[in-house]
């Protein structure tokens, strides 16, 4: 472990130079040689999904499992969006003179060395990996075991492109030891590795930022809300609720309770339990809920349950302010969105939801590097320090002061 460390901590010396050219240049490469291996990438991805189905997966796990020849493309098209992105390294933030004389320039810089630690998206490892390489920062990569075969062929090929290229293959590498021996290994080696960054289930998070020396940005849980306000528009508010849990119930962006103001619970609710009928969606809600739909009970457990699947929780609430207060206490910090009409209530629930992405009329699905404009994300943070919400390039990049003197001494 601390071999390969030292050999990434000196390859972050050379790519943090690197001239914007030749980094788009090569992250282009990187794109083409994906689409020319695709039929390797799905034989090793058919290990996987096979495997997968052999140890008891559910379908949401592996659809976030599965490349095909359109994900592929997806992937290609995700590098050559991040390779057209303006250059993060080397933008002067802020500058001045001093009362000494001295020019100040405060200077974007990579962080370093970067472990990420994910799971089940085989995609993570070319979107990560390019946009460590598009910030100057080399990335060590660590997939869940349920996408080992994906995850190793995909790094094979970015590998290949360095090496081409006359760069080291540990800029961009897979952790050679994924045993959870091996993770906490690296995130105590804070002599060779800058950040942490763990997006994946709760355990993991709780884990990483309870034993880690390196500093962590945590990628945590997306317990989302939509809560439907009095003054929404309730077809459109519909066809955006369903959206937001529908479209792709297993990713973290997602809504995962939806919140029904009582003023309109019974015009509203029999609506949306149509819609939510037609996409199959198992729905749990409240005493309330039950009194006008038929549906099983929700817990608290229920309210504090990131499901990623096609299962629901609602709840009728009191207004507003009851509504900011159940996602205050079982809210995750991740994405929240309100419906309505109404300016005052949309500008008082923007202000008064402490998350890190919060809608007015939105579905939260939009909380995505590639939504954003950001080329993809390394994942959602729900950290509010350093970085929050959809992780990008500029987020990879910290900074340093740069001094400029004539001969100048304090006194």
């Known amino acids: 472990m601390e071999d390969f460390l030292k050999k990434a901590k000196a390859s972050a010396q050379i790519i943090a130079t690197m001239q914007s050219a030749e980094k ?15 039929d390797q990438i799905m034989i090793e991805n058919n290990k996987d999904m096979q495997a997968g189905r052999e140890n008891g997966l559910d379908s949401a796990l592996l659809d976030r499992l599965l490349l095909d020849e359109e994900r592929i493309a997806g992937m290609a098209q995700s590098l050559r969006e991040i390779a057209g992105l303006k250059e993060p390294v080397g933008r002067v933030l802020e ?11 405060k200077v974007s810089v990579p962080i370093g060395v970067i472990g990420v630690i994910y799971e089940s998206r085989p995609n993570v490892t070319s979107d990560v990996g390019a946009l460590c390489f598009k910030s100057g920062n080399v990335a060590i990569l660590k997939g869940g075991k349920e996408a080992e075969n994906s995850n190793q062929v995909i790094a094979k090929i970015l590998q290949g492109v360095l090496e081409q290229n006359g760069l080291p293959k540990e800029i961009i590498s897979l952790l050679p030891d994924s045993s959870r021996e091996g993770v906490s290994a690296l995130i105590k080696m804070d002599k060779y590795v800058d950040l942490i960054v763990p997006r994946g289930g709760e ?49 973290c962006n997602a809504m995962e309770t939806l919140l029904v103001d009582q003023a309109i619970a019974q015009e509203a609710l029999p609506e949306l339990y149509a819609a939510f009928n037609a996409e199959e ?31 629901l929780s609602i709840k009728v609430v009191e207004g507003l302010s009851e509504a900011i207060d159940h996602i205050s ?83």
Not at 282 to 289: A, I, N, S
Not at 378 to 398: D, F, Q
């Open 24 to 38: 788009k240049r090569i992250l282009s490469e990187m794109a083409d040689a994906l689409i020319a291996q695709s």
């Open 329 to 411: 206490t079982f809210g995750s910090g991740h994405s929240e969105a309100i419906l309505t009409e109404n300016y005052t209530a949309a500008e008082t629930f923007l202000d008064r939801v402490d998350a890190a992405c919060v809608y007015v009329n939105a579905s939260t699905r939009f909380t995505d590097g590639g939504a954003f404009g950001f080329g993809a994300e390394v994942g959602i943070s729900t950290n509010k320090l350093h970085a929050r919400g959809p992780m990008g390039i500029n987020e990879l990049t910290t900074y340093k002061f740069k001094i400029y003197g004539h001969g100048e001494v304090r006194v």
């Open 281 to 311: 969606t198992e729905l749990r809600g409240d005493p309330e809920v039950q009194e006008i739909i038929e549906v099983e009970l929700a817990t608290i457990e229920d309210f504090d349950a990131e499901y990623l699947a096609n299962i």
């Open 95 to 105: 500058g001045w003179m001093s009362e000494d004389n001295l020019r100040i320039e």
């Open 203 to 251: 355990g993991l998070i709780r884990y990483i930022s309870q034993n880690s020396s390196v500093p962590v940005v945590k990628h945590d849980k997306g317990l989302c809300h939509t809560y439907i306000h009095q003054d929404a528009n309730l077809e459109q508010a519909v066809a955006i609720a369903v959206n937001a849990k529908c479209q792709r119930p297993g990713v």
